[in-house]
């Protein structure tokens, strides 16, 4: 999966050249020097607990079959913007780390979990790089929806950051809410059951009494007839929290702050992991 997404990145990387966007092939070129170094560490990683390494797989059809078809419905419209191109390739890391989510969320073995974990965190990395391509390419462009757009946190202190944060996990729990009730229609249960608990992590974070949400978004969820759809609102909700939370760690200069978002930030993994998990089972 590592070496066929680098490959696909250069392929990426050629396009974006083609259309000028040399900034955006420069993000590439750097995530495929950092998947090379992944990629080692992998090999590394194999050959100290199989003995041997990984073999090499001449099939790409070998892949899980929804990364492969998301990389090849890129490659075969030559109408992409580069917002387009940057949502496939945020798209394809989300899929890994509902993949190795999966993984680590099934298997009774240790070692088998903590590399999953590991590859999920990449994923996840990965993920947020691209993100901020794609918000650069929006502006560009003018393109795409608003709520693609992840929510900011701007506290310059401990007071200011648990109002803000309080207002954030509100809104997403009443999302969450809403796709559980949705699944549950569906007879999805255990998905539901997946939602609601994550609906319940941030509602008891949140601001008592709140019930923010986006009313199209809302309406979309109500004709959803598929899990599948529904799962990745309630993934991609939960990704935006967190790396509001993610972003205000890397910026802010208040300890309290910083410590307050880095614990939120790993609580917010949790919901990501659990979603991402029950969300591959449908993919």
């Known amino acids: 999966m590592e070496e066929a997404s680098a490959r696909r990145y250069a392929e990426l990387a050629t396009r974006m050249e083609k259309l000028g966007a040399m900034e955006m092939a ?3 070129h750097a995530l495929i020097e950092e998947r090379s170094d992944h990629i080692e560490e992998i090999v590394r990683r194999a050959n100290q607990l199989t003995g041997a390494s990984p073999p090499a797989l001449a099939d790409p059809r070998g892949l899980p079959s929804e990364i492969a078809r998301s990389w090849d419905e890129a490659e075969a419209s ?3 913007s580069p917002y387009r191109i940057l949502g496939v390739a945020v798209d394809n890391e989300m899929l890994a780390f509902a993949f190795y989510s999966y993984v680590a969320a099934q298997s009774n073995d240790a070692t088998v979990r903590a590399t999953a974990e590991w590859l999920a965190g990449k994923a996840l990395d990965h993920a947020a790089t691209l993100r901020a391509e794609r918000r650069r390419a929006y502006r560009r462009e003018g393109a795409g929806r608003a709520r693609d757009e992840r929510p900011m946190l701007d506290a310059s202190s401990l007071p200011e ?19 559980a009730s949705r699944l549950a229609a569906l007879g999805e249960d255990a998905a539901s059951k997946t939602v609601a608990e994550v609906a319940e992590r941030e ?5 008592e009494g709140a019930n923010e949400t986006d009313e199209a978004a809302t309406v979309d969820l109500a004709q959803a ?6 799962l990745r609102s309630a993934l991609g909700e939960a990704e935006r929290l967190h790396q509001a939370y993610l972003d205000l760690a890397d910026h802010t200069r208040d300890e309290q702050v910083l410590v307050a978002a ?6 917010t993994m949790q919901s990501l992991a659990a979603i991402a998990a029950r969300w591959h089972v449908f993919r």
């Open 203 to 207: 509602s008891a974070a949140g601001v």
């Open 26 to 28: 420069g993000a590439f």
């Open 262 to 267: 880095q614990q939120a930030a790993d609580r």
């Open 161 to 179: 950051f648990v109002r803000q944060s309080r207002r954030l996990e509100s809104r997403a729990a009443a999302f969450h809410r809403r796709i």
């Open 225 to 230: 007839a598929t899990p599948s759809p529904l």
């Open 78 to 80: 030559a109408l992409l």
